[in-house]
C-alpha cells in the first residue's frame, strides 16, 4: 500500500503533463488559464507542469504579450506553445526500384524530402539498407537536422507487416524487403523503426490528411502498379494473424480480372498493345517514346477513340476488383490512392455505374489527393504516433 501512495504523485504528475502535451499537439499558443480550462489542472499545477514540459524541450514560453498590444495594464499572461522542432521523425517509403524518405517536424510538417535508387531489384541486404540509409541521411541534410535528433522512424514496404513489425516471408518478392532493416538503423544510427506494409500505410494517411479523413470504415487502394490495400475498420487499422490482411492476391481468382495489376500497368500494356495494330489514335503522338498511364488519359482527354476504350477497361477492371473488396469487407469508402490517383479521378463515375452489377454493397468512392505521397505521410503519422504514445520517456539530443 505504502509503495502505490509512494507512485501516486509521480503517476498524477505523468498524466498531468501527457495531458497538456496533447492539448498544446491540437493548439497554437495557448496561455495558462488555456491549459487549465482544456485539463482541469489547477492554476498552480499548470504552472509547475508547463515549467517541466519547458525545461525538458517539449514546449517553449512566448514572448510577453504585452510586446504584441494585448495587455496595457496588470500583469501579462504567459504563454507556451508545441516546440515543433524538439526533434524529428522520418516517414519512408521502401519499394522496389527505389526508397523515399521525408523529414517531419512535430506538428507533421514535411520539411525535406530525398529519394535514392536501387540498382536493381535483386539486391543484398546490405546494399538496400545502404540505400535507404543514405536517402534518410540526405533528407536529413536538406533540411539540417543531425541524426541524433530523429526520434522515431516509420518505413513502409511491399510486403505484408504483422503487429510485431515481423515481414511475412512466404513469397520470394515479399522476402526481398525482410532485410533486417530494425535493427540496422538502430545499430547505425540509435533509431526506433517501426516496420508496416506500404498499403496499410497509405490508409493510415489518407484518414489523416486525405479523402478519407473522419471515416472509420475506409479500404484504400493503391492502385499505380500493383493492387495492394490498406483496411481500417471502425478506426483501427487492421493486420490479421501475418499482416496478410488486404492482401488482393485473392484477385487472381475473380472473373475480369485475374491478377494484381494496377491501372498505371494496364493502362501501358494496353496502349502498347493498340500501338502495336493499325489503329488510328492520337496515342501515337503522345507515346512517341513508349506508351504510359498518362499518355492514355491525356488521348482521351481529347476524345481518343482508342484511349476512351482503354478507359472503358480500367474502370470495369477496378469496379470488379472494388466490388469484391466491398462485398468481403464492406466499407462506406474505398480510396484510390498512388501515383495514379490524380488522372484516376475520370473513371469514379463509371465504376460507380458499374459497381451494382459486382456488388450488393458498393461503397462511396474517391482519389486521395495526396499523389505517390500517400505511403510517406502514413508513415510519418505512425511514427508520431509513437513519439506522442512514448513522449514522457524519450529524452531529447538537447537534454539528453
Known sequence: ?????????????????????????????????????????????????CEDLMERGWIRELEN?????????GRPARRFELNERAGYVLGMDVG??????????????????????FAEAEISAEERISVIDRAAMLALHSVGASPESVLAV????????????DVLVTQHFWGLFDVGLKAALRDRRG??????????????????????????????ILAS??????????????????????????????????NTFGIAFLAREWATDALAGKAETSLREH???????????????????????ILERLADRMARVIGAVATIINPELVVIGGAVAKSAGVLLDPIAERLKQYTATPPRLAVSPLGDSIVTVGAVRCALDY??????????????
Open 1 to 49: 500500500m505504502s509503495e502505490i501512495s509512494a507512485a501516486t504523485p509521480q503517476l498524477l504528475r505523468r498524466v498531468s503533463a501527457g495531458a497538456v502535451l496533447d492539448y498544446l499537439r491540437a493548439s497554437e499558443a495557448v496561455t495558462v488559464t488555456d491549459v487549465m480550462e482544456a485539463t482541469g489542472l489547477t492554476r498552480a499545477t499548470a504552472i509547475s507542469v
Open 65 to 73: 504579450q504585452r510586446a504584441f498590444g494585448g495587455y496595457q495594464k
Open 96 to 117: 522496389i526500384r527505389q526508397a523515399t524518405v521525408v523529414v517531419s517536424d512535430l506538428r507533421g510538417k514535411a520539411l525535406g524530402r530525398a529519394s535514392q535508387p
Open 154 to 165: 516509420c518505413a513502409g514496404i511491399a510486403a505484408p507487416v504483422d503487429r510485431n513489425g
Open 191 to 220: 533509431w526506433t523503426v517501426l516496420l508496416e506494409n506500404d498499403a496499410n500505410l497509405a490508409a493510415l494517411g489518407d484518414r489523416w490528411r486525405g479523402a478519407a479523413a473522419g471515416v472509420d470504415d475506409v479500404v484504400v
Open 225 to 258: 502498379e500493383r493492387f495492394g490495400s490498406g483496411v481500417i475498420d471502425g478506426g483501427r487499422l487492421v493486420h490479421g494473424r501475418g499482416g496478410g490482411a488486404g492482401e488482393l492476391a485473392f484477385l487472381d481468382m475473380v472473373e475480369g480480372v485475374g
Open 287 to 309: 507515346a512517341a517514346d513508349g506508351a504510359e498511364a498518362a499518355h492514355v488519359f491525356a488521348a482521351a482527354a481529347e476524345g481518343d477513340a482508342v484511349a476512351l476504350k
Open 387 to 400: 513519439v506522442e504514445k512514448n513522449t514522457l520517456d524519450l529524452q531529447l539530443m538537447a537534454r539528453a
